[in-house]
């Protein structure tokens, strides 16, 4: 059994982690300040003895008692309604918070798995993109609030590892969907499921045809398991290497909840990747990991998640 702190536990990739841990039976300490997450993503685990709540701001502290065998550091905003809504608390939970969450992994001689994201390629001009490609990232546009945040947790957990020997993970996660996430954040899935099951226009963003591939959550936290476990210090991209356009997308979602809703088309948001797909050669060798689910699969019970909220609110 192993005694693992996960940051952001209460958050949407969080809480599968949370859940997956506490079913093999290790102790979880689920810490979080509920800036984006929600204490009924976790509601289901406070029945277990080895379960442990605390709600706290990474940035300030993150104090344990006990020893740890992991980290799994999750806690920022992540979508781009939240970091544009929250861009301070981005930067600060992307830096002081990864600082404080190394600095704990020191401290415990535990090993660490960092989230960082497939924002650090910015706009690509390299497609797909392995993890050998540094990015075109632009500092200063609003987005640049989360994508710098997440280069720095890169490099500030780099350093971590060549200066004080800390067993280091990064994960560079893709776009990932499933149950739990929120109906209003802004993010693709949630937008074009919620405005399907209540027959409102799915909303498009330009002609719909960027692309970007979507990696069911079960299908991450595998390979997010296996990357803690496995030996890699460098970064390992993880998501679905299925590429697809944005309206072929809003067709598909709009076929699986048989909805009448209508395509409408809005402009472009600053700084919009054209296209998005993973390269996942080196986990597929690294850590035998590949996604298992296909799109539909993925999509039936992420629709039932919302369809409940949406009947509930
Ligand atoms: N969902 C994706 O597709 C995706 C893709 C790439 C990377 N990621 C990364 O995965 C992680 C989780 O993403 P998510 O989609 O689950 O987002 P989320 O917003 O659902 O979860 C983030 C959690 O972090 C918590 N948090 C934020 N600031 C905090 C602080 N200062 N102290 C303590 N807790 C804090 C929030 O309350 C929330 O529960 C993030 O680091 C994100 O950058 C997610």
Known sequence: MARVLVTGGAGFIGSHLCERFIAEGNEVICVDNLLTGDRD?????????????????ITTYIYVSGPLDA??????PASPVDYLELPIQTLKVGSLGTHKALGLARE??????VASTSEVYGDPLIHPQKETYWGNVNPIG?????????????A???????????E???ARIFNTYGPRMRMRDG???????????????????????????????????????RLLWSD????????????????????RIRALCGSRSEIVHKPLPVDDPKVRQPDISKAKRVLGWEPRMTLDDGLRPTIEWFRTRLQRS
């Open 41 to 57: 993503n976790i509601a289901h685990l406070f029945a277990s003895p080895r379960f442990t709540f605390l709600e706290q701001d």
């Open 71 to 76: 980290i799994l550091h999750f806690a920022s």
């Open 108 to 113: 415990k001689k535990a090993r660490i798995l």
């Open 142 to 154: 609003p987005r640049g609030v989360y994508d710098e945040a997440k280069r720095f947790l890169e």
């Open 156 to 166: 500030m957990t780099m350093a971590y590892m060549r200066t004080h020997g800390v």
């Open 168 to 170: 280091t993970r990064i």
């Open 187 to 225: 993010r693709v899935v949630p937008n074009f499921i919620c405005q399907a099951l209540r027959n409102e226009p799915l909303t498009v963003y330009g002609d719909g045809s960027q692309t970007r591939s979507f990696c069911f959550v079960d299908d991450l936290v595998e390979g997010l398991v």
């Open 232 to 251: 890699e210090k460098e970064p390992t991209n993880l998501g679905n290497p299925a590429e697809m356009t944005i309206m072929d997308f809003a067709v």
